[in-house]
Each structure stands twice: as structure tokens, then as C-alpha cells.
T-cell receptor
């Protein structure tokens, strides 16, 4: 089955790095995604990584993928108050019509 | 602006009423899907479509119907609303090419009393 798990909450100080973790169970994952949701808004795609990659960097965002442990992480460098939001990881499975399975979301709070 | 448009943004229904949540995209995406978001449970897939005329059930399809008569539109119908269907509903679309993520609408907040 497909289970995606995330910790519920993370608090950091402005300027520090944030690391949000995610674990998944289905080894047939193809793409893994990170989405950001601000209060009252929809989901905004931040970045994604293909399952044959170990790392992807995009400006302040770094995604690390450990396929052996089925562990995905999102690192946000120089975290700002505007980064406060809920972050969702999601996996896409070819054998499920290319639909997404989401984790429960991690609420990131950035303190000034 | 190109994107996914959902209407209405807010809706209150009485138990037993029916209604249709509208979703339209102007990006010529083949894949479309409906999710519901409940506190602490992330997003769960209700129904999805891989092209006009093709729909399938997701994780939580009971109480909902969909149809896909055009590429652009993917309405979600609540047949007989129940309080358990109180949630925020998101529509999303994606092009067929691999690697691209889904684009989400801004959501419909539904309350069933």
C-alpha cells in the first residue's frame, strides 16, 4: 500500500535552516513532490525529485532522497517568516494512474 | 491567468441536499483529480480522470460522482450531503508528460449542517 508520513510540527528561528522529513512505503514511487500551503490557500508546488536521483537543489531548497530507507527531506536555507506554512510531501505512482498520495503535512513556524 | 478555477469558494449545505462543485482548467491538461482535505489527514483522493470520457475512483469515492465530458471541466457532485462531507475540496490538473507536478485550485470550503 501507499503510506506517506511526516512529523506534524517544526519550529525554527529566522535565518536558520529548516529540515522537513518524510517517509514513504511504496518502492514503485516515480516522482516525489514537495508542496507548500499557506493559510486559506491551495497547494503550491515547490519542487520535485525523480526516484533515480539522490539530491536536487533549487535556490534555497535542497531535496534529499534516500531510496534504501524510503526517506525524503526538504531543507530550506536561511528560513524567513514568509516560509511559515504547511509543507506536504507526496509520491506519484505509475500504477495508480499517476495520482498523488500525500503525507499529513508538517506545519513550519518561523520565529523572528 | 492560466490555472485551475474552482467555484464556489464557500458553500453551506443542509444534510440531504445535493450540489456540484465546479472545476475548470485552461492549460489543456489531460489529468484531473479531486481531493478532500481534513485536519491532520493531509489530502485524500476522491476521483480522478486521465482524459475526457475516462474517470476512476480514488481512496474515498463514496457519496461523490464525477464526469469528464470535456478536457477543461471536471465537476464533482455530492449526491446527498452528509456532515462527514464537511471539508475543503481541491481540484488539480497535470499534463501527461512525466515530471510535471499537479497544479491546484484555491479550494472550496464546504460545510454540511
Amino acid at each position: 500500500g501507499e503510506d506517506v508520513e511526516q512529523s506534524l510540527f517544526l519550529s525554527v528561528r529566522e535565518g536558520d535552516s529548516s529540515v522537513i522529513n518524510c517517509t514513504y512505503t511504496d518502492s514503485s514511487s516515480t516522482y516525489l513532490y514537495w508542496y507548500k500551503q499557506e493559510p486559506g490557500a491551495g497547494l503550491q508546488l515547490l519542487t520535485y525529485i525523480f526516484s533515480n536521483m539522490d539530491m536536487k537543489q533549487d535556490q534555497r531548497l535542497t531535496v534529499l532522497l534516500n531510496k534504501k530507507d524510503k526517506h525524503l527531506s526538504l531543507r530550506i536555507a536561511d528560513t524567513q517568516t514568509g516560509d511559515s506554512a504547511i509543507y506536504f510531501c507526496a509520491e506519484m505512482l505509475f500504477n495508480a494512474g499517476n495520482m498523488l498520495t500525500f503525507g499529513g503535512g508538517t506545519r513550519l513556524m518561523v520565529k523572528p | 491567468n492560466a490555472g485551475v478555477t474552482q467555484t464556489p469558494k464557500f458553500q453551506v449545505l443542509k444534510t440531504g441536499q445535493s450540489m456540484t462543485l465546479q472545476c475548470a482548467q485552461d492549460m489543456n491538461h489531460e489529468y484531473m483529480s479531486w481531493y478532500r482535505q481534513d485536519p491532520g489527514m493531509g489530502l485524500r483522493l476522491i476521483h480522478y480522470s486521465v482524459g475526457a470520457g475516462i474517470t476512476d475512483q480514488g481512496e474515498v469515492p463514496n457519496g461523490y460522482n464525477v464526469s469528464r465530458s470535456t478536457t477543461e471541466d471536471f465537476p464533482l457532485r455530492l449526491l446527498s450531503a452528509a456532515p462527514s462531507q464537511t471539508s475543503v475540496y481541491f481540484c488539480a490538473s497535470k499534463e501527461v508528460a512525466p515530471g510535471y507536478g499537479y497544479t491546484f485550485g484555491s479550494g472550496t470550503r464546504l460545510t454540511v449542517v
